[in-house]
């Protein structure tokens, strides 16, 4: 064997070793992005709902979308402009939510990744909640480091609650509504 031969043969062994570490790298990368966002990456944009409510609101004497289920009502927002793909949540894929509404004209709460609090109205004290996602996770779909659910208020505001404290919130929610 000459010398370009042996040369020839340490690059292509080079090459195979570097395509290997390549993949490798590329399957780790794709594992933890998939750790991270274990329903998908999402920016099916939370911060869009309380303008839509607002504008359904000021159209039905102050109150909110109510059609005998959370999945139901949220769909009448999209007769104001609300993307379809985005009642799908963070834990839901938005093809089948949009398949779904196409197919139906409506909802069911297995297409719509979004807890929805029925029955209240513009009016309602600012510090309720009107909804949040069905999965604590974070604005795109991310896992977080301290788990937490992003929550939307009637004034508009949103806040993420850590689940450690979840349950005396979802208390809290249940007193506020139960006085108003």
């Not at 043969?9 to 750790?35: D, E, P």
Request: hydrophobic fraction near 35%; glycine fraction near 10%; aromatic fraction near 12%.
């Amino acid at each position: 064997m000459n010398e370009m031969d042996g040369k020839k043969a340490r690059r292509g062994k080079g090459l195979k070793i570097t395509a290997v570490l390549l993949l490798l790298l590329g399957a780790v990368g794709y594992g933890y992005f998939r750790y991270q966002h274990p329903y998908g990456s999402s920016h099916h944009c939370s911060k869009m709902f309380p303008l839509f409510f607002h504008e359904y609101a000021e159209d039905h004497d102050g109150n909110y979308p109510s059609a005998g289920g959370e999945a139901a009502s949220l769909a009448l927002l999209v007769d104001y402009g609300m993307p379809v793909k985005f009642l799908a949540g963070k834990s839901v894929s938005p093809s089948d939510t949009e398949k779904y509404y196409a197919q139906h004209g409506t909802l069911s709460d297995e297409v719509c990744g979004w807890h929805y609090v029925e029955g209240l109205k513009n009016t309602d004290p600012s510090e309720l909640a009107i909804m949040w996602p069905k999965v604590p996770l974070g604005h795109n779909g991310e896992r977080l480091k301290r788990p937490a659910y992003e929550v939307i208020f009637i004034d508009g505001s949103i806040r993420y609650i850590e689940v450690t404290k979840w349950q005396g919130f979802l208390a809290d929610q249940e007193r506020l509504r139960t006085s108003r």
